[in-house]
C-alpha cells in the first residue's frame, strides 16, 4: 500500500487526525488501563473510528513501550501517558544488561501487538501504529541532556547506543506489520534540538535503516519547529512527514517532493483543546485553503491530542475535513 493509493480515490485531502487518547471519554476508561489491556485499547480506538470516521486511525502514542521492556524505570500516570524516570546508560558496557532481553516477549510489548491484531479485525479502515525513533529512544537509555552532550563529546557512545535501539526498534516493527498495521509512525522528538547535520549523523541514518525494512507505509513524526530539518526527514524515505503546529507548512510543502506526503498541523493545544468548536472549523478551513495548491497533504494535527480535547471540536475537524473540496 502506499499513501498516494489512499488519497487518489478521494475529492478532498485525507483527513487524519492523532487522537487516540481522547477515546478514553468514550470508553470512560484511563490511559493506564487501555495501556495494559488491549481488548480495552482496541474497543477504545475501535469507538474512535466509528464515531469520528477518518481516513486512517492510529493506536495510543506511547514514547516509552520499548524502554519499559528493557527495564527502564517508567511511570505509568493514569490519566497521562507515560514517562521514563532515570536513565540507565553512562558507558557502552551498560549495554550489556539489556541483551538478554527479548522485547517481543515483554507484556506492554505484547499488549500493543494485540491491540493492532484485533484492531486488523474489527476496524476497516487504514490503521497505523506509533514506534519511538531511534535517537529519541537512546535519550532515554542515555538521558536527554546528556545525549545532547554526548553528540559532541562521545560521539562513539552515541552511536552505539543507536546501533542497538534501531535493531530494537525493528523487530517491534516487523512485529507490528505482521499483527496488521498499515501506516508505521515513526516518533523522533528528542531529534528536534539537532542541526540537519547531526540529525543525519544521528538520527536520519537510522530511521532510513528502519523504513528499509518496512513493507507498509513509513511515516515520521517529530515534535516542534523542524522546519530546519524537514529536507533531511525527505531522505530518511518516509513517504509521510508528520509536522508540528510550529511549522509553516506552505512554506515547508514547496520544497518536498510530491511522492512525500505532509501531514498537520492544527495545534493540538491552543485549537483543539482550548478552542470552541466554531474556532476549530475556522482554523482548519484556513489551513486547507493555504494547502490547497498540494496534492500531497493530509490534514491533521501537530501531535496526539490530549485525552481532555472535547468531542465536540474533534467534529468539528472532521466536519471541516471532510466537506472541503479541491477546487
Known amino acids: 500500500m502506499h499513501i498516494k493509493d489512499l488519497a487518489d480515490n478521494l475529492d478532498r485531502p485525507l483527513v487524519i487526525p492523532l487522537m487516540g487518547y481522547p477515546g478514553i471519554q468514550l470508553t470512560k476508561s484511563t490511559i493506564k488501563q487501555n495501556e495494559f489491556n488491549w481488548g ?52 557502552l558496557p551498560d549495554l550489556y544488561r539489556f541483551l538478554p532481553l527479548d522485547p517481543l516477549k515483554d507484556g506492554l510489548v505484547m499488549a500493543f501487538i494485540e491491540t493492532m491484531k484485533f484492531m486488523n479485525r474489527t476496524i476497516d479502515i487504514t490503521k497505523g501504529a506509533y514506534v519511538i525513533g531511534p535517537f529519541t529512544l537512546t535519550g532515554l537509555l542515555i538521558g536527554a541532556t546528556d545525549v545532547a552532550v554526548a553528540t559532541i563529546r562521545d560521539p562513539g557512545l552515541v552511536i552505539g547506543v543507536l546501533e542497538f535501539c534501531t535493531g530494537m526498534i525493528s523487530r517491534y516493527v516487523q512485529a507490528l506489520v505482521k499483527a496488521g498495521a498499515d501506516i508505521i509512525a515513526i516518533l523522533e522528538p528528542t531529534a528536534v534540538m539537532l542541526s540537519p547535520r547531526a540529525f543525519w549523523e ?126
Request: aromatic share 6%; proline share 10%.
Open 202 to 327: 544521528f538520527s536520519g541514518q537510522f530511521v532510513k535503516r528502519i523504513i528499509e525494512k518496512i513493507p507498509i507505509i513509513p511515516m515520521l513524526h517529530i515534535c516542534g519547529n523542524t522546519t530546519h530539518l524537514v529536507p533531511s526527514m525527505v531522505r530518511t524515505n518516509a513517504k509521510v512527514l508528520s509536522l508540528d503546529s510550529l511549522v509553516d507548512l506552505p512554506s515547508v510543502a514547496r520544497s518536498v517532493p510530491e511522492s512525500v506526503f505532509i501531514s498537520g498541523n492544527i495545534d493540538p493545544v491552543s485549537v483543539m483543546l482550548k478552542g470552541t468548536p466554531t474556532q476549530v472549523r475556522q482554523e482548519t478551513s484556513r489551513l486547507l485553503e493555504q494547502m490547497a495548491p498540494f496534492p500531497n497533504f493530509i490534514l491533521s494535527t501537530g501531535c496526539d491530542l490530549p485525552p481532555e480535547t472535547p468531542l465536540k471540536n474533534i467534529e468539528a475537524f472532521m466536519d471541516a475535513g471532510k466537506s472541503w473540496k479541491r477546487k
Open 40 to 91: 480495552l485499547h482496541s474497543w477504545t480506538i475501535h469507538e474512535m473510528a466509528k464515531r469520528f470516521e477518518p481516513d486512517a486511525i492510529f493506536s495510543m502514542m506511547d514514547l516509552a513501550v520499548l524502554a519499559s521492556a528493557l527495564g527502564l524505570p517508567v511511570r505509568f500516570p493514569l490519566e497521562e501517558s507515560p514517562t521514563v524516570e532515570y536513565p540507565l546508560v553512562k558507558q
